[in-house]
């Protein structure tokens, strides 16, 4: 929750390659205070069985830049897994992008959604409402 001077932070995550929502997928926080500041860890979660993740944690006061990192590696791996159950001799494992580093601006005051567009190949993302 956003406050006058925090902003806060959501995401979910939808698979197009399967048009639904990708569970089990980690996510780390992480919050810096300007431009030269260190990035600090703030925790993480992981996104449930709508794709998101509801428990990320506040981020403190003066943010001025957030990164959200997806490790999208392991929920591949898992449904490459679970594909090879039904067909053996599906093609690729893994994904060609094991994670997804996602960088952006913070003003206090505002909430920022920001959704992420996955496939084994590639994605996208935007500033969501």
Known sequence: MSTDTTASVST???DTSIGRPAEGVAITLAARSGFDAQWVTLGGSATDADGRCKDLPALPEGTTHVRLDFETEAY???KQA???QDAPR???SGA???EVAITFAVNPGEHYHVPLLLNPFGYSV????
């Open 82 to 84: 679970e594909a090879q």
């Open 96 to 98: 060609f992008f094991p």
């Open 126 to 129: 935007y500033r969501g409402s």
């Open 90 to 92: 599906v093609r690729d």
């Open 12 to 14: 979910h995550i939808l």
């Open 76 to 78: 591949f791996s898992k």
